[in-house]
């Protein structure tokens, strides 16, 4: 469930109050303290580093899961506009493994890349594996 | 790839018309007149060594010497008439005479003629004893009859006279004509004076006149044949036997004369029965029968004849014969004036001629000049039949030139035939038996015959080729009409039956290899295939369509070793990734797969691992592979291919769950 800041404003002060109020106490007692769980909330510092090995043996095993990743851009595979773009970037993990992988960049998820940008990236390993960008920022 | 050059395939079915057009016979099946032709049109002609289509067969197209309307047979055989004819010019086979010294015997027919010297070369030499006995007699008649010119007495004719009733007996030879001598002198004797008063004489005579009849009467009665035979054995070669047995009523001297001596025995018995003639009759009945003797070449009796004229008519055989009717047949000119002593004297020439004629006969056998041998033989044959030396002629020389006439009446009927080759077989024979032969003529006629078949025949295979089947039939027509025993005939007809099988096996063996999809096969038979299914538009098409394919494959193959030699398997693998699309059971293609595998194991893993998530829809997964193949060949084209595809496919998807 997606929170919109433009529906807050269409409510009243009350209802965001209480809203929030059931945020807290969901964030508080759920069960979102998970690394990597599939809530878009957690912060960028707090997630996993996106395990590439684990990925290149069973990409299946890690979906839904969300992690954060240090990626170097490579080249645009393709891009449908309204859909957004596949770009190939270089994940490198700290066992020294460095792999070049397909992300998506959904449109609209933030500014262009270019060839040879590095990028600090959030990324949810969606249906059928794809690597999706949530965000990301240079570094 | 799709813009890879092929000039294999471009230079295949270029040439391939004119590589089928020689075998395009096979479209010429089905009528075959001449095996292999149908009226199917087919490939256009050759320019090239071919008849003009325009050109009728035989009008020197692609003929050669086949041209101007074939060959002239008739040359040849006016020919072989000449060359092979055994005659002397001094016979007239059409009329069945003997022309000598411009006076003509005749002899009824040319097979009469020709028998009766065949029968004389079948006749053995050794039977001549007997012969010689008989001329021996009439030698002996001769001169008894000069004795008796001489000395003037009686008694030395009756001994001649009764000499010729002996003379008689040896009918064979003699033929009756001592006994009708001997009954025409004894009508004589009756009329004269002195024998009609001394009755002692007159019985003599009686005596021997049935004496006379009697022989006539029991001539013949032990008449034997004998002949000549010449076999031929592998140890003993060639030889020469004598068989006698029965005389064939066609062969023996009574069965030819059998009439005559009707004739003669009813003679004698008119003159023996006749009312007394005068002197004058008596006289020209006399010069009628030497006449008669004369003409049947019984020269010796012309001359025993003329002695007892003249004793009988003295002082006459200078005055002209008045048996004007006997004599015109045998002298032409009828103005000339003809005594008996000039028959006598025509006798004896015609006795020397034949003495002369045998020994020229005998010289040009022992030169080897056999067909002049042969010739003058039969020259001297007619003339001198009846006189012995013609008969002491050698028993092998006999059996050799009969053997000579027999062949050369055989080579005629072969060219007749015109069966040149067994003819040239023949004619090698003459030529070893006789070195006079004259065998250039007719050898260069036949060498022409044979050229002008040849010819003939290679017009045919040319129109056959170029499907101009009723030229092709006319001139294998003319070809066979030439020289029906040409030997390439048959090779023709039989390369026609070849066309019929190749077409016929040819659909039935391409059904089975399209079927089982051995196109390598296929291919390596490609132009029989083209041949045997050119009347067939859907099997051609497939043919057309196999050897396009396996001619893109083979491209693949060189491309793929090129590869290999440059040390780039990844590329070599693609290569053949490539050609399994065109044919994934190509033999050639497996196996060079097979032994790329090993080193391109692990890109082949990861394309067929991006290859199945492709197909499972699982688009990320192969995507990822696809890459990873690109790694490890990043000038992999398939995998770049792959990329491209499953990349666009992806956005798609996710575009449909938005």
């Known amino acids: 469930m997606k929170i919109s800041i433009q529906s807050v404003h269409k409510y009243s002060i009350v209802k965001i109050l209480f809203i929030g109020i059931i945020l807290a106490i969901a964030v508080t007692f759920g069960g979102c303290g998970r690394n990597g769980d599939g809530g878009g909330s957690v912060p960028a510092g707090k997630l996993e580093v996106f395990p590439l090995a684990i990925y290149l043996q069973n990409p299946g095993g890690l979906q839904g899961n969300r992690y954060k990743t240090k990626a170097q851009i490579d080249r645009q595979l393709g891009w449908k506009p309204g859909v957004g773009r596949l770009i190939l970037v270089q994940v490198s993990s700290d066992a020294g493994l460095a792999r070049k992988v397909p992300f998506f960049f959904p449109d609209g998820v933030g500014p262009g890349v270019l060839p040879g940008q590095k990028f600090l990236m959030t990324v949810l390993v969606a249906e059928e594996n794809l690597v999706t960008v949530e965000n990301y920022e240079k570094y | 790839m799709k813009s890879i050059d092929r000039p294999i395939i471009s230079h295949l079915f270029q040439f391939l018309p004119l590589l089928l057009i020689p075998c395009f016979a096979s479209s010429l099946l089905g009528q075959a007149p001449i095996p292999g032709t149908t009226p199917a049109p087919a490939a256009k002609p050759a320019p090239a060594a071919a008849p003009q289509s325009g050109q009728p067969a035989g009008s020197g197209g692609g003929a050669g010497v086949y041209h101007n309307g074939g060959f002239e047979s008739n040359t040849l055989l006016k020919t072989s008439d000449k060359v092979f004819d055994p005659n002397s010019d001094s016979i007239d086979p059409e009329n069945g005479t003997f022309i000598w010294k411009g006076k003509g015997f005749t002899f009824g027919n040319d097979r009469l003629l020709g028998g009766r010297f065949d029968r004389y070369l079948q006749t053995p030499a050794s039977e001549i004893e007997s012969r010689n006995k008989y001329e021996a007699l009439l030698d002996k008649i001769l001169k008894n009859l000069s004795v008796y010119e001489q000395n003037g007495t009686w008694d030395g004719v009756i001994d001649a006279w009764d000499l010729l009733v002996q003379a008689g007996e040896y009918s064979e030879y003699d033929g009756g004509m001592s006994l009708i001598l001997g009954a025409l002198v004894y009508n004589t004797w009756r009329l004269r004076e002195g024998f009609r008063q001394n009755s002692d004489r007159q019985a003599i005579l009686r005596e021997r006149q049935k004496k006379l009849e009697f022989v006539l009467g029991n001539r013949y009665r032990h008449q034997k044949l004998s002949q000549i035979v010449r076999t031929e054995s592998a140890n003993a070669g060639t030889r020469t036997v004598t068989t006698e047995g029965a005389v064939p009523q066609n062969l023996s001297e009574a069965g030819l004369k059998v009439k005559e001596y009707g004739e003669v025995q009813a003679r004698i018995a008119a003159l023996n029965t006749q009312k007394a003639l005068t002197g004058k009759e008596a006289q020209i009945q006399f010069q009628a029968q030497l006449a008669r003797f004369l003409v049947d070449r019984r020269f010796k009796h012309v001359l025993l004849g003329a002695n007892f004229y003249r004793l009988l008519f003295k002082g006459t055989s200078q005055q002209v014969i008045e048996a004007k009717q006997e004599i015109a047949s045998f002298f032409p000119d009828s103005k000339m004036t003809i005594t008996v002593d000039q028959l006598a004297f025509l006798a004896r020439e015609a006795i020397n001629e034949v003495e002369t004629g045998m020994r020229a006969a005998d010289n040009s056998f022992r030169l080897g000049n056999r067909v002049t041998a042969l010739k003058r033989l039969q020259e001297t044959f007619f003339l001198g039949e009846h006189i012995s030396a013609l008969h002491s002629f050698d ?60 010819s003939a025949l290679l017009a045919a295979m040319q129109y056959r080729n170029l499907n101009q089947q009723d030229k092709a039939e006319q001139a294998f027509r003319e070809a066979a009409s030439i020289w029906p025993d040409n030997p390439k005939l048959k090779e023709f007809q039989f390369q026609g039956t070849q066309l019929v099988d190749k077409y016929v096996q040819g659909k039935k063996l391409f059904d089975q290899l399209y079927k089982r999809k051995h196109y390598r096969e296929i291919q390596s038979q490609a132009l029989e295939f083209g041949v045997a299914l050119s009347e067939d538009p859907d099997r051609s098409a497939k043919l057309k369509k196999v050897v396009n394919q396996m001619a893109e494959l083979d491209i693949y193959l060189t491309q793929a070793d090129a590869a290999v030699n440059i040390n780039n398997p990844y590329a070599a693998w693609e290569i053949l990734l490539k050609a399994e699309e065109v044919d994934p059971d190509d033999i050639q293609l497996n196996r060079k797969k097979a032994r790329l595998a090993a080193q391109v194991a692990p890109f082949v893993a990861e394309l067929q691992k991006a290859s199945q998530h492709e197909t499972s829809g699982q688009l990320p997964s192969s995507l990822l592979y696809f890459l990873t193949a690109q790694e490890i060949y990043p000038a992999s084209s398939i995998s770049n291919d792959g990329i491209q595809r499953v990349s666009a496919a992806l956005l798609e998807k996710l575009a449909s769950r938005q």
């Open chain 2, 395 to 454: 028993d092998d020389k006999r059996a050799t030139l009969f053997q000579l006439k027999r062949d050369m009446k055989e080579a005629r009927d072969l060219i007749i035939d015109k069966s040149y080759g067994d003819a040239e077989d023949l004619i090698l024979d003459l030529k070893a038996t006789a070195k006079d032969f004259e065998s250039r003529r007719i050898e260069a006629g036949i060498r022409k015959a044979k050229n002008a078949s040849d």
